[in-house]
């Protein structure tokens, strides 16, 4: 059995196509996939959308999206046909390389109460420098008793 590998393809359609002339676009890439005794594992039609820039004097375009499982020989088919279609204005086949990869769980955070000898931006278990001492004052003298009235 060939070597299958992942694959994202993207095309756009013109957005004048008519349904058959879109469904025909797809029966394509579906038979050269099934022709390689690969899979389309999902397909998405993402509907019309405004591009960023004009495309063959396009301004929105039907964006049709498969997740295929194929060889890479079956890669460059499907590239050439698209480029034959006349419907298809731009499209976009990539490998796919992070599918099968599942996110990392992340650490739980715990928040452990800090010593008392630590400062904010110390780092830990250095000395922290001692407090400044208040300046002394003179205490309030208690006034004295006038004997003179």
Not at 16 to 41: F, P, R, Y
Not at 79 to 106: A, C, G, M, Q, W
Request: hydrophobic share 35%.
């Amino acid at each position: 059995m060939p070597n299958l590998l992942k694959y994202d393809v993207i095309y756009i359609l013109d957005p004048n196509s008519t349904a058959e002339e879109m469904a025909a676009v797809g029966a394509k890439v579906e038979q050269i996939v099934n022709d390689a005794k690969g899979t389309v594992l999902k397909k998405d039609d993402w509907g019309k959308r405004r591009l960023a820039y004009l495309v063959k004097k396009h301004r929105e375009g039907h964006y049709v999206f498969y997740h295929v499982s194929v060889s890479p020989e079956t890669v460059a088919e499907i590239t050439r046909n698209l480029r034959l279609l006349e419907k298809v204005i731009k499209f976009s086949i990539v490998k796919d390389t992070i599918s099968h990869l599942k996110p990392k769980p992340r650490p739980v955070r715990t928040s452990t109460p800090r010593p008392a000898a630590e400062g904010i931006g110390q780092r830990p278990g250095a000395p922290r420098p001692p407090a400044p001492k208040p300046p002394e004052t003179p205490a309030p003298s208690a006034p004295t008793p006038d004997t003179n009235h």
